[in-house]
Structure formats: structure tokens, C-alpha cells
């Protein structure tokens, strides 16, 4: 299985509103609705911020927001903030072999 | 607090083993898969391979597969990582995982800071 397909890079202003895209294939993405987004400053491991392709754990800000269409699941940061600068990667299931797919990740600049 | 301590970083030379420990706290051990990966430089995240701790069955991706062992013990809530046959391509960050079980299906909401391993002659 191959890894998953991220942007090298997104970036947008204070305030605004910016979408990562994660495409797949029929045998990740395509196929289950266990796609997770971890968020990674520099030097730090990474920090789940949405699992279940649209599901926030306790604490992570709401302006995080998560959705699947087809091979594709997306990030949606809204309102954007400063301190939201960091590598997003996301994460599907895929079943037997290697059963965890990556991103190679993409760095959000604010 | 949950929390997973991993060992220090490490360098080795070509053809040599890493054992790489996790040490987990503020959570029940044994009621959660643990899982390995590792991040190479300028490189993302790859899934090698995860342990249950209460049965010690174990599972590999199959670029890992008769290279990687995993083993847990119980009594001091530590799991350890052991690859075989370094090569400089196994140079990364190591990073073990706790399992996200019913409440964070299929993801990885603990992680443990990461390990350096770094192989040169």
C-alpha cells in the first residue's frame, strides 16, 4: 500500500478559514471511516486532533473540523490562529497488511 | 495524566540491534494495544507494528516483518521495540503509541516523546 497524498503546503491569514486535503484510495480512505488528523509542532510528537474522520477529542479547539468525500478526507482549520503553525498528517485505516496509512504531511503556515 | 517515557536516543553501526523501551503511566497497561512507528528525516509517519500487552500477540507490517520483536512486560508497564540488521535507512524518530481501543477507534491518542536511532559506519 502506498502513503496517503497531502499538499507539501497550506497557508492562509489570521482569521481566515483553510482546507488539507488526504486522498486515498478504494482500500483506505475509500473504505473505512477511520481517518485521524494528528497536528505536530516542531520537535514534538504529533497530537490527535480529529479521529473517526470527523470526531474532536475533549480539549481540541472546535475550530477543527473534519469530513471524507470518496478517497478523499479533508482538515478544515477555521478562524485561523497563530498558534495553529505546525505539520498536520493525517492517518486512515486500511485493513489487513499494513493496516496504518500516512500522510506525508502539510505544513500550515499562518 | 497518561503518558508514555521513551528510552534515549542512540547510534549504532550497520548490521547492529536497537531495543527501544516504553514505559507507560496513568493508564491501565494492559487494556490497550501499544503501537510502534517511525518518522524518518524530512520524511512522514510509517506504521510498524503494534503489541497487546495482556496477551502479547503481535502484529507487523510486512516491511518489518522478521526484523522488528516486540515485547511488553507487565509488572513495570513497559513495552520495548527491538530491530535487527540496522542499515542506514533505519535511521529516524521512533515513536511508540497507545491505541485509542472503543473510545478513539482506530487512532493514536497518546504518544510517547520519540526515540532518535541513528545508523553510520
Given at each position: 500500500?502506498s502513503?496517503l ?13 483553510i ?5 486515498g484510495t478504494?482500500n483506505?480512505?475509500?473504505s473505512?471511516?477511520?481517518v485521524?488528523?494528528?497536528q505536530q509542532?516542531?520537535?514534538k510528537a504529533?497530537?490527535?486532533i480529529i ?12 475550530r477543527?473540523?473534519?469530513?471524507k468525500s470518496g478517497n478523499t478526507a479533508?482538515?478544515t482549520i477555521s478562524g485561523?490562529q497563530?498558534?495553529d503553525?505546525?505539520?498536520y ?9 499494513t493496516?496504518?496509512?500516512?500522510g506525508?504531511g502539510?505544513?500550515?503556515t499562518? | ?9 542512540e547510534?549504532?553501526?550497520?548490521g547492529?540491534?536497537v531495543?527501544?523501551s ?8 494492559s487494556n490497550?494495544f501499544l ?5 524518518a528525516p524530512?520524511?512522514?509517519?510509517e506504521w510498524m ?7 502479547g500477540e503481535t ?10 520483536t ?9 513495552a520495548?521495540?527491538?530491530l ?7 535511521t ?7 491505541g485509542?481501543a472503543?473510545t478513539?477507534?482506530?487512532?493514536f491518542?497518546v504518544?510517547?516523546q520519540g526515540t532518535m536511532?541513528?545508523v553510520?559506519?
Open positions: 500500500q502513503a497524498t497531502q499538499p507539501a503546503s497550506v497557508s492562509g491569514s489570521p482569521g481566515q478559514s482546507t488539507v486535503s488526504c486522498t478504494n483506505d480512505i475509500g473505512y471511516n477511520y485521524s488528523w494528528y509542532h516542531p520537535g504529533p497530537q490527535l479521529y473517526a474522520v470527523k470526531k474532536r477529542p475533549s480539549g481540541v479547539s472546535v477543527f473540523s473534519g469530513s479533508s482538515l485561523l497563530a498558534e503553525e505546525a505539520v498528517l493525517c492517518c486512515s485505516y486500511a485493513g489487513t497488511g493496516p496504518y496509512l500516512f506525508s502539510t505544513q500550515v499562518v | 495524566q497518561m503518558q508514555l517515557e521513551q528510552s534515549a536516543a547510534v549504532l553501526k550497520p547492529a540491534s531495543r527501544v516504553c514505559k507507560a503511566s496513568g493508564y491501565t497497561f490497550y503501537h510502534w512507528l517511525r518518522q524530512g520524511l512522514g509517519l507494528a503494534w503489541i497487546d500487552p495482556n496477551s502484529d507487523f507490517a510486512p516491511n518489518f516483518r522478521g526484523r522488528v516486540l515485547t511488553s512486560d507487565k509488572s513495570i508497564n513497559t520495548y521495540m527491538e535487527s540488521r540496522l542499515t542506514s535507512a533505519d529516524a524518530l521512533y515513536y511508540c503509541a497507545r485509542g472503543a478513539f477507534p482506530l487512532s491518542p504518544w510517547g536511532v541513528g553510520s559506519s
